[in-house]
């Protein structure tokens, strides 16, 4: 609403657009930077082509592709660099008329149709375009969703028992969590704007205006302690205790539990935004035919159950072989409560939303 192991294996070259180095140890992980734009080279120093996106997806899951990738294209160096969703955004409006990236993988579809607004997208329709939602897709194939994200309240099992966790949204609001709330800063991140958007959209359905959402999420504000800068950091904060409480999405939750985090969920029973999590060609990219073939991987059969079982994302395919699919995936179709969202209507107004709540909001629930 309104959210890459050796040494270098070769130079970088600052040009008018590179103000930093790799920090990946292989350098297929570009520095994150808030503005700065890298320069790639046009061809690796081993002869491999590069195929750069830019995507919110996080470390352990876009590891995870690029390893698989390159040992079934070896003429193919993947290189990524994580981002939150509205950031991936607003850097390729940086770079539109010097394109860095050749795809935009990962974030909600509402951003999606702000990038297409702003001509930042090229059209590809890949052989599995008919095995997922066409509710998902986007106009002339600019875009198709890869996954399926749901947004959860997310918890410390160490401080929180599970029999008192908050089961809806609203719990969150009790005296209970009172400076126990963690959220990820929301301007940057394509998870927290669906739920800013889930929150405003009920607002409108029952008033006809967003002002209840407003003061709803200026509750949250007052019982928020902190708002994280990304992703990483507000693992680590739920883990120290710094909050014990947060909305966040499932997979990052159910990697962070993989790695023995103490972390517990719930579905809010009123319901839940479920994201179209898509991929896209980026307009003028400089390896289309490279971007495309990855586009058909990713969406592939395999890929997308490689994505299930070691990220735990949930497919966006509707076709997959029910005997392979890891059983999380069957437990949460049966348990999560799906909230209608008119995603259009988010993608025309969350911008001015978000702005309004960055502005007017936050800072003043207390």
Not at 8 to 15: A, E, F, L
Not at 334 to 361: I, N
Request: with cysteine; charged share 25%.
């Amino acid at each position: 609403m309104s959210e890459g192991l050796a040494g270098p294996r070769r130079p970088w070259r600052p040009g008018p657009e590179s103000v930093a180095p790799p920090r990946h140890p292989a350098g297929r992980l570009l520095r994150r930077g808030a503005w700065a734009a890298v320069l790639l080279l046009a061809a690796c120093g081993d002869g491999r082509v590069p195929l750069t996106m830019y995507s919110p997806h996080g470390r352990d899951h876009l590891t995870l592709l690029e390893r698989e990738y390159e040992r079934l294209h070896p003429e193919i160096d993947v290189r990524w660099l994580d981002l939150g969703s509205q950031e991936v955004l607003d850097r390729l409006r940086l770079e539109r008329v010097n394109p860095q990236a050749d795809l935009w993988f990962g974030g909600p579809t509402t951003l999606f149709q702000r990038g297409i607004q702003d001509s930042l997208l090229a059209p590809y329709r890949p052989s599995w375009a008919g095995r997922v939602d066409p509710s998902g897709v986007g106009p002339d194939d600019l875009y198709y969703p890869v996954y399926r994200t749901p947004t959860i309240i997310a918890y410390n099992r160490d401080a929180v028992p599970d029999s008192l966790a908050p089961r809806d949204w609203d719990d969150v609001l009790t005296p209970r969590w009172h400076d126990k709330v963690l959220i990820r800063d929301p301007v940057a991140s394509g998870t927290m704007r669906a739920i800013w958007g889930l929150i405003l959209q009920r607002s409108l359905r029952s008033t006809g205006d967003t002002a209840a959402g407003m003061a709803w999420l200026r509750k949250l504000d007052g019982q928020t302690r902190t708002y994280a800068l990304s992703p990483a950091l507000l693992d680590a904060k739920l883990a120290r205790q710094e909050g014990l409480v947060t909305l966040w999405d499932l997979p990052d939750i159910l990697i962070a539990q993989s790695k023995g985090m103490p972390f517990g969920y719930t579905f809010p029973t009123s319901g839940t935004a479920v994201i179209d999590d898509a991929i896209a060609l980026v307009r003028n990219a400089r390896h289309p035919a490279e971007a495309k073939a990855f586009i058909e991987w990713v969406g592939g059969t395999e890929a997308q159950l490689l994505a299930a079982e070691k990220v735990f994302r949930l497919p966006a395919r509707h076709d997959l072989p029910e005997a392979r699919v890891p059983a999380w995936v069957r437990t949460v179709e049966r348990e999560m409560v799906v909230e209608p969202m008119d995603w259009a209507l988010l993608a025309e107004r969350g911008a001015t939303w978000m702005g309004y709540w960055d502005q007017h909001v936050r800072g003043t629930g207390r």
